[in-house]
């Protein structure tokens, strides 16, 4: 066995009479984790088709509350290199080691958010090296302010590639119905639990600095003030204010706009791309120069 994926709470009771909704959640997030992970891991994308085909996991499910027994299925372990000489279990503690130090990354850019702090990280090559302790922290976080260091750019990558399905398992974790759960391999392990909820937590900020993008209105929900530009193949979600509707409700779907917007970023996703936009103005070209 490389992995252990272990889960408690009511909607695994020990009859092995399962909450479905739970289980397939459960199943689904953890192989997209898994995927993500390994390819990361092996710094593969996972566009190469001939390694995606080549990885599979054999699981067993035991009886309790819900346990997944899982080995690495490399069915041509000449691909998968020295990770696969002990049969997957030197990749299963990688795999683990990623998967902890992505929450762990992610738990402190929240702790730092709360704070009112910028995230600003770097990676430090000597972080957590020759140490033999078991899951040494690959993660320092200074906590005045918001310096976030970390041994790997694996680690910032893992973060970002698994943050839905992350989200979507600790999302279930309530205390209740599913009480904890955890990943372990022969040497690393990962316990979640109701607390790790902080990291759902949403941090965005409307920039003060403005921009303009040229395309058309669509997709409009005036009750919600949202709706999406398209401008040359791209979409971009647009918000606005009630005494903004009236000029909206005008350019619907009319081609060659110019949309004043400011950018929305979500510190959360620990980068600082846009998620959305926010309308300071609009108006026709045309319209503009009488």
């Given at each position: 066995?490389?992995?252990?994926?272990?889960?408690?709470?009511?909607?695994?009771?020990?009859?092995?009479?399962?909450?479905?909704?739970?289980?397939?959640?459960?199943?689904?997030?953890?192989?997209?984790?898994?995927?993500?992970?390994?390819?990361?891991s092996l710094g593969i994308s996972e566009s190469n088709k001939k390694f995606k085909e080549?990885?599979?996991?054999?699981?067993?499910?035991?009886?309790?509350?819900?346990?997944?027994?899982?080995?690495?299925?490399?069915?041509?372990?000449?691909?998968?290199?020295?990770?696969?000489?002990?049969?997957?279990?030197?990749?299963?503690?990688?795999?683990?080691?990623?998967?902890?130090?992505?929450?762990?990354?992610?738990?402190?850019?929240?702790?730092?958010?709360?704070?009112?702090?910028?995230?600003?990280?770097?990676?430090?090559?000597?972080?957590?090296?020759?140490?033999?302790?078991?899951?040494?922290?690959?993660?320092?976080?200074?906590?005045?302010?918001?310096?976030?260091?970390?041994?790997?750019?694996?680690?910032?990558?893992?973060?970002?590639?698994?943050?839905?399905?992350?989200?979507?398992?600790?999302?279930?974790?309530?205390?209740?119905?599913?009480?904890?759960?955890?990943?372990?391999?022969?040497?690393?392990?990962?316990?979640?639990?109701?607390?790790?909820?902080?990291?759902?937590?949403?941090?965005?900020?409307?920039?003060?600095?403005?921009?303009?993008?040229?395309?058309?209105?669509?997709?409009?929900?005036?009750?919600?003030?949202?709706?999406?530009?398209?401008?040359?193949?791209?979409?971009?979600?647009?918000?606005?204010?009630?005494?903004?509707?009236?000029?909206?409700?005008?350019?619907?779907?009319?081609?060659?706009?110019?949309?004043?917007?400011?950018?929305?970023?979500?510190?959360?996703?620990?980068?600082?791309?846009?998620?959305?936009?926010?309308?300071?103005?609009?108006?026709?070209?045309?319209?503009?120069?009488?």
């Open positions: 066995m490389d992995l252990r994926i272990y889960a408690k709470g009511t909607s695994f009771p020990e009859d092995g009479i399962y909450d479905l909704r739970h289980l397939e959640s459960l199943i689904s997030s953890q192989r997209k984790i898994l995927d993500k992970l390994t390819f990361i080549e990885l599979d996991y054999r699981v067993k499910v035991n009886p309790g509350s819900i346990e997944l027994l899982i080995d690495f299925a490399l069915n041509h372990k000449e691909l998968f290199a020295t990770l696969s000489i002990d049969g997957g279990q030197s990749l299963a503690k990688i795999v683990v080691d990623l998967w902890r130090d992505a929450v762990s990354l992610r738990e402190k850019a929240a702790q730092a958010l709360e704070k009112g702090l910028k995230i600003n990280i770097a990676i430090n090559a000597n972080i957590g090296s020759g140490t033999q302790i078991i899951n040494a922290s690959n993660v320092v976080a200074d906590e005045s302010s918001g310096n976030i260091q970390i041994s790997s750019p694996k680690i910032y990558m893992a973060a970002l590639a698994t943050r839905p399905s992350v989200n979507q398992t600790i999302q279930m974790i309530d205390g209740k119905a599913v009480e904890f759960m955890e990943i372990q391999s022969l040497n690393s392990e990962l316990k979640l639990t109701p607390e790790h909820r902080a990291i759902l937590g949403r941090h965005r900020e409307e920039l003060l600095v403005s921009m303009e993008i040229i395309g058309r209105l669509d997709m409009v929900a005036f009750s919600s003030h949202k709706g999406v530009i398209i401008s040359s193949g791209q979409r971009y979600q647009l918000s606005w204010d009630e005494e903004q509707r009236q000029k909206m409700q005008k350019y619907v779907d009319t081609e060659g706009v110019i949309f004043k917007v400011r950018p929305i970023i979500d510190h959360a996703r620990l980068t600082q791309d846009a998620i959305a936009f926010r309308l300071v103005d609009c108006y026709e070209p045309q319209n503009k120069l009488l």
